[in-house]
């Protein structure tokens, strides 16, 4: 990597630490290949599984620790670790603390100085090719800090689980090098310059999470559930292509100054910033897991519990929030494709939030929870309320993170009881949990405070956000761009209270689901077992120490933008720094300042507050822990608790839609018709093949092996050309 | 007598040429190919007189390549012999196609 002086010239940031800013990708991928050379050095002689693991694979879940607990006292296999065990365990998160160092040191430098213009590191002239200008180059700015700190920050508590949660596993070098890799190019996601840079990046963690989920990839259903993830998130990267083609044929740039200059150009609510507008959502869509694209997420927790906590809940899910977030100066002329954003944003966050309501795997629930969070967060970016949908995201990996290890915690210590008792149930199913806070005591408060923070209880991280986004499209309904256009005959206006009655209703619908998953798990009487009670336990320090810093981020990463109402006075942090960003995009949305009567906003909050309450109260009341039966003698459900379990047949209407069809297609016209009927056999066959053989039965008749008849042709030849020459 | 000398040697490449074509022994058309180089050489000597002595250079190439010709072409043939026990091309034609 070249140290070439960056293009910006008297940037208040030039020269000082930001200059190293590529520093922080390049750590964790270094990480990637110190790890995947010890993977791949000690592969032959480990298998890629412990087949002592094989008979625990009944129920097809997360199981890859199913050896854990090798220095716990249950030593009925024991497993001998990794041979690079000491070595990875430094390795792949100590890059990780590195990275975060850095950023922290780069931001440090940045609170200091001007932050009006982005600082943008040029590395080395990438695809110069004709009209086609595109660097490598990284950007420093407050947004892709503020990305930053959440992916390595959260990232590296992740990582320190992972070394006690993966402890055991055969493929200790090869998940953290995975998990390296992954982080790298959510780097280079959230700091590139232009679109470019951060589609590698978009990629690449596509790359690392189909990786992942199928890190177990001797059971096929994790196999197929990381081809799903890879399968459904192509559709939306062609969106983003098609979007990038579209800016590149229209504005001649691809980098995020340049497109944001040329941008107006193209006029407020032209159909061509519309169109750009909704390919990108459609690659978000994808990546973020938003209808119709969603179903690939509540697959993806085949994974191990901590890549569900990193990959899609904290970082990569958000990715497309991010990339809205980015594209503000485009979305903010485009108020069609806003609403659009937002009704998908509330429209996801409703129905998953029902699914959430009757899943019985723990995991599961969090799966659908996030989908419905991300909802949220599409509902913040798409009514121009960046900052809020920012800071959705910030908070949501906290306590989304907090409950995914949480849950990690909670199937570690089942699967180990299960594992030393010899029995193939389900570590995962809430059925065969109940009363674990007697045994597990900092994993329940701390999973306490992440559900108070999702459902939005006042303190919490999640109340600020999440009330931020709701008080936003509120807001927006009068006198914002959103409310001057109609969306498919419907009025802005109109639209935006419909959004925020659903975001109202999930919210309520999130107390409820969070509420159950927390009683089952923990409260009530314990239903794992008369065996397996006393080998429940709770997790090693290395787990429970991420957990308590993720707790304490969960209880105060609100206050990092608290509402103007309160008598404080507004303790915007995150809207200061965010100013300079998103700034301009919000207020050509607003038109400029129009905030809510503190009123109002205090109605909002005792509205949202109720319902939050109201949705935990609900639930206390209504669901009884006791009653609950194991999974194995559990009776069937039945109407719409049936469907909601099925997750609305959704997966089976795009296997009968979409799958089937196009299977069909691909089997007998496009294989059988024009693979081996037209190209195998008239190209192939007939022309490829049987025009040479032809040709050569010719020359073949003319070598007889005769020396005469060589001579012969020879003189005659030479006396041609001699003729030729003569007579010409 | 340049005249004389070319039509000599054209006479000479003719019956070579001839024997060539038309003999089925393989040290006939052998001793043929030899006249027919000889011939050429003869053309050379008789033409170095007009245009300078880079024909008899030439002259000595072409024998000393005549020479190596002549020691493969003939090893050649007693190995043919050896093989299939006759020297007649019509019986030789491994290489046929």
């Not at chain 1, 006292?73 to 024991?78: F, I, L, S």
């Not at chain 1, 690079?84 to 990780?96: D, F, H, T």
């Not at chain 1, 306590?399 to 180990?416: D, P, Q, T």
């Not at chain 1, 314990?526 to 993720?550: C, S």
């Amino acid at each position: 990597m070249l140290l070439q002086e960056a293009t910006t010239g008297a940037h208040p940031l030039s020269g000082s630490i930001a200059e190293w800013v590529w520093l922080i990708p390049l750590l964790p991928f270094l990480g990637f290949l110190i790890n995947g050379w010890l993977s791949i050095t000690s592969a032959a002689r480990v298998g890629p599984k412990d087949p002592s693991a094989a008979g625990h694979d009944a129920v097809g879940h997360d199981h890859g620790h199913a050896s854990g607990g090798g220095g716990h006292g249950d030593d009925h296999h024991p497993v001998a670790r990794h041979k690079y065990a000491g070595l990875v365990s430094i390795v792949g998160p100590g890059v990780l603390l590195l990275s975060f160092g850095l950023t922290v040191a780069i931001l440090m430098a940045m609170l200091g100085v001007s932050r009006e213009a982005p600082f943008v590191r040029t590395l080395y002239s990438w695809m110069p090719a004709g009209d086609l200008h595109v660097d490598a180059a990284l950007q420093v700015d407050p947004l892709s800090m503020v990305m930053t700190l959440v992916v390595t920050g959260v990232g590296t508590l992740i990582h320190f689980f992972s070394v006690g949660y993966m402890q055991d596993d055969p493929g200790y070098p090869r998940y953290f090098a995975y998990l390296n890799l992954f982080v790298a190019f959510m780097l280079v996601l959230v700091l590139g310059a232009s679109y470019p840079v951060l589609f590698v990046g978009w990629e690449g963690v596509g790359l690392c999470s189909y990786l992942l989920i199928g890190f177990w990839f001797t059971d096929k259903a994790n196999a197929d559930a990381g081809k799903k993830a890879f399968i459904v998130n192509r559709i939306g990267d062609f969106g983003f292509l098609v979007a990038m083609f579209l800016m590149f044929a229209n504005f001649g740039v691809l980098d995020f100054a340049g497109v944001s200059a040329a941008a107006p150009s193209a006029g407020f609510n032209s159909p061509l910033i519309t169109w750009i507008c909704l390919f990108l959502f459609l690659g978000c869509a994808g990546k973020s897991a938003q209808i119709p694209l969603y179903v690939w997420l509540p697959d993806a927790m085949a994974g191990p519990t901590p890549v569900s906590a990193l990959i899609h809940a904290a970082t990569m899910v958000t990715a497309g929030v991010y990339l809205i977030a980015r594209s503000a100066f485009l979305f903010s002329l485009a108020p069609v494709a806003q609403l659009t954003v937002a009704f998908i944003g509330a429209l996801t966050a409703l129905f998953a939030a029902t699914i959430g309501l009757k899943q019985w795997d723990i995991k599961r629930v969090l799966a659908y929870s996030t989908v419905s969070q991300l909802g949220y967060m599409f509902v913040g970016v798409g009514v121009g309320a960046y900052t809020a949908g920012i800071f959705h995201l910030v908070t949501h990996a906290f306590f989304k993170a907090l409950l995914f290890l949480g849950s990690g915690s909670v199937i570690f210590a089942m699967h180990r009881a299960y594992h030393a008792t010899h029995n193939q149930d389900d570590a995962q199913d809430m059925r065969n949990m109940g009363g674990l806070r007697r045994y597990m005591p900092v994993t329940f408060v701390l999973m306490w405070i992440a559900t108070l923070a999702i459902a939005g209880i006042p303190i919490f991280a999640g109340f600020f956000s999440k009330d931020e986004i709701l008080g936003a499209v509120f807001a927006r309904t009068h006198e914002s761009t959103l409310s001057q256009v109609s969306w498919l005959g419907i009025p802005g206006g109109g639209l935006l209270y419909i959004v925020y009655a659903m975001g109202l209703t999930a919210a309520l619908l999130t107390a409820i689901y969070m509420t159950r998953m927390m009683l089952y798990t923990f409260h009530g009487p314990n239903r794992t077992g008369e065996k397996e009670q006393p080998h429940l336990a709770e997790a090693p320090w290395i787990m429970t120490g991420p957990l308590v810093v993720l707790g304490v981020l969960s209880l105060f990463g609100g206050w990092l933008n608290l509402p103007a109402l309160l008598p404080l006075g507004r303790v915007g942090v995150l809207e200061h720094w965010l100013e300079p960003v998103v700034g301009p995009a919000t207020n050509a949305v607003t038109g400029g300042a129009h905030e809510l009567a503190h009123s109002t906003e205090w109605a909002l909050i005792g509205a949202a507050v109720a319902i939050a309450i109201v949705g935990i109260i609900i639930a206390v009341t209504r669901l009884k822990p006791e009653r609950l039966i194991p999974k194995a003698r559990a009776p069937e459900e039945h109407g719409f608790e049936r469907v909601l379990l099925n997750k609305y047949y959704v997966d089976e209407i795009y296997d009968a839609l979409i799958v089937r069809p196009i299977v069909w297609v691909s089997r007998n016209i496009l294989a059988t018709g024009i693979d081996e009927g037209l190209i195998d056999k008239v190209f192939v066959t007939w022309i490829g093949a049987g025009i040479p053989r032809l040709l050569g039965w010719f020359g073949s008749r003319l070598q007889s092996g005769q020396v005469g008849t060589y001579a012969w042709v020879l003189l005659i030849g030479v006396i041609a050309v001699l003729g030729a020459f003569t007579f010409r | 007598m340049l005249a004389e000398s070319l039509a000599l040697s054209a006479v000479l490449f003719s019956i070579g040429a001839i024997g060539v074509l038309t003999r089925r022994n393989a040290i006939i058309i052998f001793m043929c190919v030899e006249l027919m180089l000889n011939a050429v050489n003869l053309t050379f000597v008789a033409l170095s007189k007009v245009y300078g002595t880079a024909g008899q250079v030439f002259v000595v190439f072409v024998m000393t390549v005549a020479a190596a010709e002549a020691a493969v072409g003939l090893a050649i043939i007693i190995a043919i012999f050896r093989h299939k026990q006759t020297v007649n091309l019509e019986n030789i034609n491994l290489l046929k196609g």
